[in-house]
């Protein structure tokens, strides 16, 4: 090889700059080596700096310093927190050659991303590595996992030494299929996942079923399971009914919204709600006539017209006095509360809240997050659920109704139920109803209850 000094250099840069788009990121780590090989420490100090400087987010990494960053992550001593691809400032590509580093992290955000086999490849070693420290992965919103993909993670899931505990794979290109591949591997070592979000997939009815295999398995210990937006049907609740009373008491929080499961479902779900092992305690049935928008489409959207100043300051004054921790105001057609949206949906109607009232006043019930909003309950249906609400068994501490078309009616029933059985809640959603002055009027009797232990009220 040619010594000159100037030939040296010229293969250094072209090395620095070489795009490895074909090339696996494990062997684009050795781009770095080669550096390090012939004498050039100059990418290596950079990083070096890097990982000192306090402003990380505002350096510019290039794809070389990528490769050697997840060098030096991969081999630290140090387990690192989490990774999240997205908190580098670099290209697609370096994202992409940073991703080895996840076999040194106990949380991975790899969300957003296009990757190739070569990349999931990667991850399945870091669950199956000895010991393997990851605990939380997610993959939301990469439309390049689809179902093959998940069959290659599968095998991995299934190894001995994978611990993860939360896995995350809402808005990708999933199907019925992913929910076999995930069930079949989850039996098979099923004792350490908490947290399933599968969220905006069109895993359809047998989907869940499938993984109704695994819910009902003895060994699972799932927590919280994610369904919003799955294309579901009635049928679905009750498979998941059957098998979370054969397997009752871990999981927490189960998420239904944007499907359209309608009043049968709930009441499906609900006998479920009574069972004497059941621990559930976040349940959201959600509706809207619209599509859920992503949290970036949502971003700076004005929802509702800002009230004139001179009405804000005085619904300031009037709510200080009630001692609240957090209140959420704005106008429109009179005074109503507004606060961020959920934009999810199953159809339900004033019928769901008998079903809902029954589980609310079981002794048996560990309910604490109820969230209907967007569905059309309207004031009959708010008078039939204040009916459990009303319970000494109730425990709720989160009641969630935004735009359930209620009047004012709504909140003189809540207000009655409330009395009755004031201690428990904190937080109460009333946002985009017409409730008007005359209504917020009734609700503040409730408020200085000497029992009220309200925070948040929008």
Known sequence: MDSHPETIQKVLNN????????ISPDRSINIFHCLMEMKDQSVHQEIQEFLKSEKKSERRLSEIHCSALAYLLQMSEEVLDELDLQQYNTSEEGRRRLIPAVRNCRKAVLSGSFLSKSHWEVVASAMTSNPSHLRELSLRENKSLTDAEVKLLSPAMMHPNCRLETLRLSLCSLSEISCDSLASALRSNPSHLRVLELSQNKLKDPGVKLLCGFLQDPLCKLETLRLSGCSLSEISCDSLASALRSNPSHLRELDLSWNKLKDPAVKQLCGFLQDPLCELETLR???????????SLLKGQQVEQKPPAEKVLSERKWWRTMKLAKLHLSSRDGLSWSCGTRLSGCRLSETSCDSVASALKSNLSHLRVLDL???TLQDS???????????????????RLNNCSLLKISCDSLASALRSNPSHLRELDLSRNQLQDSGVKLLCGFLHFPNCRLETLR
Request: charged content about 30%; aromatic content about 4%.
């Open 285 to 295: 049935w959600l509706h809207s006539s619209q599509k859920p928008k992503p949290a």
């Open 373 to 375: 909003s967007f569905n």
């Open 381 to 399: 249906g708010v008078k039939r659920l204040c009916s459990g609400l009303e319970s000494p068994n109730c425990k709720l501490e989160r009641l």
């Open 15 to 22: 090395l620095k700059e070489v795009n490895s788009d074909e």
